[in-house]
């Protein structure tokens, strides 16, 4: 071996040597796939908090002459209610992860609707407004005279009528997997599920067919957004097949100042999928301060 292959080497080991010291100074963070529960009450990066929902204990309050179930995570902060969507119950339409990560917070509480889940009946079919008024009504009972409320799916229909409704209940308002009506045709999708489960020979959990029965009389909220007052933030995925983005753009339109959210290729009712993203778009909203800056005439 020459004097020059000798060198070349030399200068060749040595380089690796020092690339090699140097990465063990290179420090990257990463977000596990599978987030990693943490004891405490803040939100570190690359791991998130979460809470057990089967094991989170289930009470009961009166209101409107049922029985409603409900669970509370959290235990600072303002309140924030969430309405679960159509045919769920709070043992599955949540993730514990988005549910772990709002708690660090604020007061959550999730709720069964009367006739699903934990929650007892009345006899009869229900109506989109007699669930709104539900929740105005659980309010009070729990300790407040209104709460921050974030609904998807069918639960975005039920806080459109409650905010309408009674729009001294709402503070912030949440409009997750949205829709105005169910007859209108970007929402055929929709029709053809509530209509078949209505429809259905087989027997169905009779709460969930009462639902379904709700969404298919219910005459839509459209002539009610531009009323809305509240802060108000819209949340879609593109991917969304059962209340399309496009009927979130229209929603958002009639409702001055509201905020549009769309998360790119996420289906319908994304906080399973994406429950870090959606919990901390939540946060967000939840915590800006969209007061009007003072102006000194």
Request: proline share 6%; charged share 15%; aromatic share 10%.
């Amino acid at each position: 071996m020459n004097k020059t292959s000798i060198i070349i080497m030399v200068f060749f080991a040595a380089f690796c040597f020092i690339i090699a010291a140097g990465c063990t100074n290179v420090s990257t963070t990463t977000r596990p796939s599978n987030p990693t529960a943490i004891p405490t009450q803040t939100v570190s990066t690359g791991q998130y908090p979460t809470v057990s929902i089967n094991s989170t204990p289930i009470k009961y309050v009166r209101v409107n002459g049922v029985n409603l179930a409900y669970r509370e995570y959290g235990s600072g902060g303002e309140p924030i209610l969430l309405q679960e969507g159509f045919g769920e119950t709070q043992d599955t339409a949540w993730n514990a992860t988005f549910l772990g990560i709002l708690a660090t917070k604020y007061h959550v509480y999730t709720y069964d609707y009367r006739g699903v889940g934990y929650s007892n009946d009345t006899p009869g079919n229900h109506t989109i407004a007699e669930y709104a008024d539900d929740a105005a009504a659980l309010m009070p009972a729990l300790g407040y005279s209104s709460m921050n409320v974030y609904g998807q799916s069918l639960g975005s229909s039920i806080s459109q009528e409650l905010v309408i409704n009674h729009p001294e209940r709402v503070r912030k308002l949440g409009l997750d997997s949205v829709t105005y009506s169910v007859r209108i045709p970007e929402e055929q999708n929709l029709l053809n599920i509530l209509q078949g489960v209505a429809n259905n020979t087989t027997p169905e959990p009779l709460g969930i067919q009462k639902e379904a029965y709700a969404n298919l009389a219910w005459n839509g909220s459209w002539s009610n957004l531009s009323g809305i007052q509240q802060n108000t933030m819209l949340v879609v995925g593109t991917a969304d097949n059962i209340t399309p983005q496009a009927v979130a753009v229209q929603v958002a339109g009639q409702i001055n100042g509201s905020w549009l959210v769309r998360f790119k290729d996420l289906p319908h009712v994304g906080n399973h999928e994406a429950p870090v993203e959606y919990a901390e778009n939540a946060l967000d909203f939840l915590g800006m301060n969209e007061s009007p800056p003072y102006i000194n005439p």
